[in-house]
């Protein structure tokens, strides 16, 4: 299987030791670490790594001239039609981010490279879940279609929770939540954004804890979301500000905000 860049892989006992190693730092923020770790001379690693690299992009506004570069490897070595697929995917991540956090406006690229990941990855193979969820993530926060942001979410969800994928299930959780949240169900948000929290910390996850605590304190009355808040803000400093955009969460939060 094509690496998942939000796949679980790592986090169970008995698990290869590399994965263990690169997921928990990985987990930690540490995404250049863990990409030194893989070796170079299998699509599959060159994926992982790429992965690894666009996901620092998105969670730290930099690193974009390494994570091209990994990409460019990953698409050079792809052979089959599933590890194409998985390079347009993060390809179209990386251009998302790009748009998302205003390097530059590469909407139309991001939509491109998703809908060739679309075309080369089969209905029911496990990267299918992560390339909905980013198309999800698309319409959220590009398009501003929240009705096809809900139904990739909903898609997404169903298959990660068929390919037991948790690390995904925590995302579409919280984003279905924050759906929710902007359509005034706050039992449904609630629900959704403890869920996420859950197994971000079963998982160990603990670079997403944070925005995990964030996002459930929007839907909390005080004093409970001040204290959520403040436990959020605690883990971004220990983690040096990551991830960037965690800062404009962590005060009462703006209707329409979003978040990566």
């Not at 250049?32 to 506004?61: F, H, K, N």
């Not at 929240?146 to 390919?163: I, L, S």
């Not at 079963?202 to 004093?223: K, Q």
């Amino acid at each position: 299987m094509a690496y998942s860049a939000m796949s679980g892989n790592g986090t169970n006992t008995g698990d290869d030791p590399l994965q263990t190693a690169v997921w928990r730092l990985r987990s930690r923020a540490c995404w250049a670490d863990a990409a030194a770790l893989l070796p170079s001379d299998t699509a599959t690693y060159s994926l992982q790594r790429a992965g690894l690299m666009v996901e620092r992009c998105l969670y730290t506004e930099r690193g974009w001239e390494e994570a091209e570069d990994a990409l460019r490897t990953a698409e050079a070595q792809a052979r089959t039609d599933e590890e194409r697929g998985a390079a347009a995917c993060e390809r179209g991540q990386l251009a998302y981010a790009a748009t998302l956090h205003g390097v530059r406006d590469r909407a139309d690229e991001a939509r491109a490279a998703l809908g060739r990941a679309a075309a080369l990855i089969p209905p029911g193979a496990p990267d299918r879940a992560l390339l909905d969820f980013r198309r999800g993530l698309l319409a959220e926060n590009l398009t501003r279609s929240p009705q096809a942001a809900r139904a990739a979410y909903r898609r997404a969800h169903a298959a990660a929770t068929a390919h037991a994928d948790p690390l995904l299930l925590s995302f579409t959780w919280r984003h279905l939540a924050g759906l929710a949240l902007r359509e005034g169900e706050l039992s449904e948000a609630r629900h959704g954004f403890a869920e996420s929290l859950r197994i971000r910390e079963e998982l160990g996850y603990l670079v997403g804890t944070a925005p995990a605590l964030a996002s459930l304190a929007d839907a909390e009355s005080e004093p409970e979301a001040s204290r959520l808040r403040e436990e959020a803000g605690r883990l971004f400093r220990l983690l040096g500000g990551v991830p960037t955009w965690l800062a404009r969460q962590l005060t009462p939060p703006t209707p329409g905000a979003a978040t990566a």
